[in-house]
T-cell receptor
Framework: GDSVTQMEGPVTLSEEACLTI???????????LFWYVQYPGEGLQLLLK?????DKGSNKGFEATYRKETTSFHLEKGSVQVSDSAVYFC????????FGKGITLSVRP | DTAVSQTPKYLVTQMGNDKSIKCEQN?????MYWYKQDSKKFLKIMFS???????INETVPNRFSPKSPDKAHLNLHINSLELGDSAVYFC???????????????FGEGSWLTVV
């Protein structure tokens, strides 16, 4: 079946450090790919998405590129802030939305 | 204006009780969902309705029964609550039904259920 694999966490960074969160997927068709973010005590918010190969999603300084050849959708940010501390979920969508396990990011001042 | 709203946000109840969580969306979407997030933050779909019709029903105990009185509402009723039902339950909605790939799913803020 369809699945999403995220790198193991948690991740702790200092403010202004570079961030990369790896995400790879397995799917029977051509899915759309998403990153959702969950801030402490809140629900999930869409961070960015890409609907076809080579598309780049971007929002709030975060970027991810849909790489069909490596079946990946890694999340990157050049300079993280304390306010980026949250749980990040990679997900794919075909007939339904399938999430990865999520990774907790903590950013120190 | 809250797009997807669910109530209650927090619910503490005893084992064996029956409880409901209500959800409403004002986005005009056709499809609504219930997701469960366990203590390890893992998210899994439970149900999906498209225009009041059930289209996804994952392996969920029969004690869980969704009800959709209209396409803007999807309530979750849970009978005979068990300790393992403690989780965060998220309601969500999206524009289209059966072909949701590419359509953004919008989530509510979650309902924290604790069974004691």
């Amino acid at each position: 079946g369809d699945s999403v694999t995220q790198m193991e966490g948690p991740v702790t960074l200092s403010e202004e450090a570079c961030l990369t969160i790896n995400c790879t997927y397995t799917a029977t068709g051509y899915p759309s790919l998403f990153w959702y973010v969950q801030y402490p005590g809140e629900g999930l918010q869409l961070l960015l998405k890409a609907t076809k190969a080579d598309d780049k999603g971007s929002n709030k300084g975060f970027e991810a590129t849909y790489r069909k050849e490596t079946t990946s959708f890694h999340l990157e940010k050049g300079s993280v802030q304390v306010s980026d501390s949250a749980v990040y979920f990679c997900a794919l969508s075909l007939s339904k939305l399938t999430f990865g396990k999520g990774i907790t990011l903590s950013v120190r001042p | 204006d809250t797009a997807v709203s669910q109530t209650p946000k927090y619910l503490v109840t005893q084992m064996g009780n029956d409880k409901s969580i209500k959800c409403e969306q004002n986005l005009g979407h056709d499809t609504m969902y219930w997701y469960k997030q366990d203590s390890k933050k893992f998210l899994k779909i439970m149900f999906s309705y498209n225009n009041k019709e059930l289209i996804i029903n994952e392996t969920v105990p029969n004690r869980f029964s969704p009800k959709s009185p209209d396409k803007a509402h999807l309530n979750l009723h849970i009978n005979s609550l068990e300790l393992g039902d403690s989780a965060v339950y998220f309601c969500a909605s999206s524009q289209k039904g059966r072909e949701i790939s590419g359509n953004t799913i919008y989530f509510g803020e979650g309902s924290w259920l604790t069974v004691v």
